[in-house]
């Protein structure tokens, strides 16, 4: 089944302590992203991958980092995150390549912090 | 810069009741547009989109939009709401020549849809 798997589903973690939430997909897509949900704000990028070690910023990458070793996998990472990260966090993948046709997306995560 | 206005951020309709939800995007090139779905505690699932192809688009679930460049508008359409449509609903644009850090959806901020008894 294709899919983009997101893990942790939830997490609750205290300020400034470092976090990974991973992404991976099994479509063989070149197109990667992290996007965040806050209400009344819509979905917002953070950061995207065109392809394999190929990372760029959206629109809110201050406070996240992200890496792409490998095709399939798109990990998120918060190295001292802060109270404003709170927020439900979408992994999407897309092809063609470098081309926003339908994105696919993960269940979600859903991060508080304290 | 594309964008996408989505009026009102909740719509109430009956059981039976035409659902209509409004978009309205801004682009300088022709669009591809987009209705997602999310129904609570889950991810979005594209309900339709159109690209470039016949300008009214069918999708899952009985709902349908029409691409109207003249109003520049994409509004989703479903002519009798069901309970199991109560969810959140998305509309997104994206440049279909693009690349790079233009290669990406941009999303409204959502409309939430409630259906009566």
Redesign the interface.
């Known amino acids: 089944e294709a899919q983009?798997t997101q893990n942790p589903r939830y997490l609750i973690t205290v300020t400034g302590k470092k976090l990974t939430v991973t992404c991976s997909q099994n479509m063989n897509h070149e197109?990667m992203?992290w996007?965040r949900q806050d209400p009344?704000?819509?979905?917002?990028?953070i950061y995207?991958s065109?392809n394999v070690e190929v990372t760029?910023?959206?629109d809110v990458p201050e406070g996240y980092k992200v890496s792409r070793k490998e095709k399939r996998n798109f990990p998120l990472i918060l190295e001292s995150p802060s109270p404003n990260q709170t927020s439900l966090y979408?992994c999407?993948s897309s092809s063609p390549r470098?081309?926003?046709?339908?994105?696919?997306?993960?269940?979600?995560t859903r991060l508080t912090v304290t | 810069a594309q964008s996408v206005t989505q009026l009102g951020?909740h719509v109430s309709v009956s059981e039976g009741a035409l659902v209509l939800l409004r978009c309205n995007y801004s682009s300088s090139v022709p669009p591809?547009l987009?209705w997602?779905v999310q129904y609570p505690?889950?991810?979005?699932?594209?309900l339709l989109?159109y690209?470039s192809a016949a300008t009214l688009v069918k999708g899952i679930n009985g709902f349908e939009a029409e691409f109207k460049k003249s109003e520049t508008s994409f509004h989703l359409t479903k002519p009798s709401a069901h309970m199991s449509d109560a969810a959140e609903y998305?509309c997104a644009v994206?440049?279909?020549l693009?690349?790079?850090?233009n290669?990406?959806?941009t999303?409204?901020?959502?409309i939430t849809l409630s259906v009566r008894p």
């Open positions: 983009v197109y992203s996007y009344g704000l819509g979905l917002r990028q995207y065109m760029d910023k959206g979408f999407a470098g081309r926003a046709y339908e994105q696919y997306f993960g269940p979600g | 951020s591809y987009f997602y505690n889950q991810g979005l699932q594209l989109k690209t998305f994206s440049d279909p693009a690349t790079g850090a290669s990406k959806l999303f409204g901020k959502g």
